[in-house]
């Protein structure tokens, strides 16, 4: 595992980067440039770009997709017709679509028709169901949806809780399966005559208009919608597509994450769109079928998610690993441990990863490709001191917060000016909670992204963890992501998710796993676990339970569903069919919990 040392930037680091900093810098400028769309009269954002994306490269690859493929001219004038139609309808400026299709070409064709009528389309997550779905379309009061075929099943059990009329709910066709349903309108056939020419009402839309809802999970349980708006989706776009990746015509991006989310929707096609590159996705995640994949799509570029990462090395080395014309790729949460070893078994050479939350005004890229961080931010940001005891940043006698020393870990805060604008959420008591005042002086505001970075030098920063993942114990704080990191090297393990569990009248969260082993229960030694993970890890960090689990259960993104874990501990009869495990003080190896023990731990029969 790298030493947090070892990834400090120095200048030695820095001055042999010179070379490609002068080689990239006219583009940096022009890209920046492009960025920051200031002028209010200055026409921008998806639909904008895609028409000049089909100007430059009309007959180029813009969507491929199974063995299809449409160019940037069919995709534009397939968006335009829908766009026709919409209008025809009365969808307008302002007026919120709903879009529950999986990845597929139909999808983006919808998004980028609503787009360019100025309508801002709310990306349901294509996994929710009932009153997860309900609340996700009740939060931005839809006056249309569009549903493709594989999901009419979960949007006919919640419709008449979601008041949309039935001449406005529309349904897309799938090639695998395309009986209409009754109650639905065909876009595709009732678009197919439709004008092929761009709407007027692209060159209408400007920074400040909203472009997209983006769900993201709330801290209830329940999703939270971010507003995103063409300015900061073109800010996005133009920043990794332009100056990042330096995508062109003869680049295509592979990218399986979902299309739901900003990754997938924003970074990956945003970046394509902006180089007039083609941009090729698959209905969901294979790890078996990636490479492949990306040998028939010619792929230059990958958006990856960490775990996705991850997934791809545990599968079984072969002759053609280094067999693709991928040279980089896009995307966030590549851990230390897996970020060389990708590089080299797969011959990628620029990794660019990125932090930016959905719904914040901040982004970091690695546009200079280090290894092991975030890259750097041009915007306001600091890092400041947190309190984990009571969970809040911490304020010196004057009232003002402290920033962090370099090499040191803190908050992570965002200054709100015009260059970073807040867009926030459609619940404005989500926005009181997430915006800070009087931070370093009176007045001013910052963002709180509820992350803890460390700063590494050269403005560049390093990604440690989300602050509800960090849990005390032993009057130490905990980082989830380095025990998963450390328990990941361990061979017999395949997957970890770390989180903290209460003992009753003990301090602090005590440290549970969730584990599933490469191969078998049998072939974990619980003897030989406990002593790799005192060799590797500060002891108070070791974790005092493990539950196996067989398979996790993850959300779209990969991202592990920590909260049941948490409430169901280490309560065997809460755990289901899965081993739950205790390391006592005094033994050096964890032991299999029952009902007698459990009585035992939480009757304070042992001395924590």
Not at 45 to 62: S, V
Not at 69 to 80: I, K, P, W
Not at 439 to 461: C, M, P, Q
Request: net charge neutral; glycine share 10%; with cysteine.
């Amino acid at each position: 595992m790298t030493h947090p040392q070892d990834d400090m930037i120095t200048w030695g680091k820095m001055l042999r980067k010179v070379p490609a900093i002068v080689r990239a810098l006219p583009r940096v400028v022009r890209g920046m440039r492009a960025a920051n769309v200031t002028d209010p009269q200055q026409p921008c954002g998806l639909g904008w770009h895609f028409e000049q994306a089909t100007l430059r490269n009309p007959d180029g690859a813009a969507l491929l997709y199974g063995d299809s493929v449409l160019t940037y001219r069919e995709a534009n004038q397939g968006a335009n017709r829908i766009a026709h139609h919409l209008h025809e309808q009365g969808i307008g400026k302002g007026d919120v679509v709903a879009l529950f299709i999986e990845n597929r070409p139909e999808l983006l064709l919808s998004v980028l028709a609503v787009a360019k009528l100025g309508g801002i389309c709310a990306m349901l997550n294509t996994s929710q169901t009932q009153a997860a779905l309900v609340h996700s379309l009740n939060l931005v009061s839809p006056v249309a949806i569009v549903v493709g075929a594989e999901l009419v099943a979960a949007f006919a059990a919640v419709r008449d809780h979601v008041g949309i009329r039935p001449d406005r709910t529309w349904f897309m066709a799938d090639q695998q399966s395309s009986t209409m349903p009754g109650g639905y309108i065909d876009l595709m056939t009732a678009s197919a005559e439709c004008p092929v020419d761009n709407p007027a009402s692209t060159g209408q839309i400007f920074f400040n208009d909203p472009c997209f809802y983006i769900y993201t999970s709330g801290t209830t349980g329940l999703p939270k919608a971010g507003i995103m708006k063409h300015g900061r989706w073109t800010k996005t776009a133009v920043s990794f597509g332009s100056i990042a990746l330096d995508m062109g015509p003869e680049d295509v991006l592979y990218c399986t994450l979902p299309l739901y989310h900003a990754t997938g929707l924003c970074v990956c096609w945003g970046s394509a769109i902006v180089g007039a590159s083609g941009f090729a996705i698959r209905r969901k995640f294979s790890a078996s079928q990636f490479w492949s994949d990306a040998r028939k799509f010619n792929a230059t570029t990958l958006g990856y998610v960490g775990e996705l990462c991850r997934y791809l090395l545990d599968q079984p080395a072969g002759a053609k690993d280094l067999d693709n014309r991928v040279t980089k790729m896009v995307g966030n949460g590549l851990r230390p441990g897996v970020w060389a070893q990708f590089k080299q078994r797969y011959g990628v050479e620029h990794i660019c990863e990125l932090y930016a939350a959905s719904d914040g005004n901040i982004g970091f890229t690695n546009v200079l490709n280090f290894d092991n961080t975030i890259g750097f931010c041009l915007q306001h940001w600091a890092l400041v001191d947190y309190a984990h005891e009571v969970g809040e940043p911490v304020r010196g006698s004057d009232g003002f917060m402290r920033k962090v020393q370099t090499g040191g870990q803190g908050l992570l805060l965002a200054r709100i000016d015009e260059k970073s604008p807040f867009d926030g959420y459609t619940d404005p008591e989500k926005n009181r909670k997430v915006v800070l005042s009087d931070v370093f002086e009176k007045g001013d505001r910052y963002f709180n992204t509820g992350d803890l970075l460390r700063s590494i030098g050269f403005g560049h920063a390093q990604f440690v963890d989300r602050l509800g993942d960090t849990y005390r114990w032993k009057g130490e704080n905990v980082s989830t992501t380095e025990v998963e990191n450390v328990l990941l090297q361990h061979p017999q393990i395949a997957e970890v998710v770390a989180y903290g569990v209460e003992i009753e009248n003990t301090n602090g969260r005590a440290g549970m796993v969730a584990i599933t082993p490469s191969e078998s229960l049998a072939s974990l030694d619980m003897r030989e676990l406990l002593q790799f993970a005192h060799g590797q890890l500060p002891h108070y960090a070791v974790p005092l339970f493990l539950r196996i689990k067989v398979k996790m259960e993850t959300t779209g993104t990969f991202k592990y569903q920590k909260v049941r874990l948490k409430e169901e501990a280490f309560d065997p009869d809460k755990a289901g069919n899965d081993p739950v495990y205790a390391w006592l003080p005094g033994s050096d190896c964890y032991v299999p919990v029952t009902g007698q023990l459990l009585a035992q731990i939480q009757g304070g029969h042992f001395r924590y």
